[in-house]
């Protein structure tokens, strides 16, 4: 018998579960940090609902922009949700939007950002370590001397739209899916109901 399309939507629905399920931390694994700890004691921190959700991406999307730092970044995310009581899981599932893929765009348009903001990122320079493939120790040098300012009022700026943007859009995800459910739940309710 040939799978039918549900099948396929199932399967790809659990495939990306799965792969979420590596890539975001559960309660479980925060605990062995640290730092972490307390607030793996805090069941607010990781329930889903209206108000948790927007906030834990808005966190996510701020930290993971601005730190840049593997590692800090989920950290970071998870202590940001404590005062903001976001959802720590999407928090931290957010902070993936730096990689290693998108860090090189994302530095590039905040030294960009930054310098049309007004602060001086010597751009020239940038151009001649691209043009003579300079080494680790050159960029380092120039990011700590001329370009840190402008990375960070970029970097900065970049976090605070993202995060923004991020959080109306998950407000306006959240509430197709839950009227989706609810349109569901109808449904099935209708449909079980005997007829007069």
């Not at 599932?93 to 905040?110: D, K, Q, R, V």
Request: with cysteine; charged share 15%.
């Amino acid at each position: 018998m040939a799978p039918s399309h549900g099948d396929d939507r199932g399967r790809m629905k659990g495939g990306l579960s799965d792969f979420a399920r590596r890539l975001i931390p559960t309660r479980e694994t925060l605990v062995q940090s640290r730092f972490v700890r307390p607030l793996a004691a805090r069941p607010e921190l990781w329930r889903y609902n209206r108000r948790s959700v927007p906030r834990g991406i808005a966190v996510g999307l701020f930290v993971g922009i601005f730190a840049m730092i593997p590692g800090v970044q989920i950290v970071g995310a998870a202590l940001m949700c404590v005062p903001f009581r976001g959802n720590v899981p999407l928090a931290a599932g957010a902070t993936l939007l730096s990689n290693p893929a998108t860090t090189p765009m994302i530095l590039l348009g905040a030294l960009w950002l930054g310098s049309f903001l007004g602060l001086d990122a010597d751009l020239a320079t940038f151009q001649s370590l691209i043009d003579r493939g300079a080494g680790l120790g050159e960029w380092a040098a120039w990011l700590v001397s001329s370009a840190a300012p402008a990375l960070l009022l970029g970097l900065l700026a970049i976090a605070m739209v993202s995060a923004v943007i991020g959080y109306g859009a998950s407000i306006v995800i959240w509430r197709w899916w839950t009227a989706r459910r609810r349109r569901m739940r109808l449904n099935r309710g209708l449909a079980g109901a005997p007829r007069a």
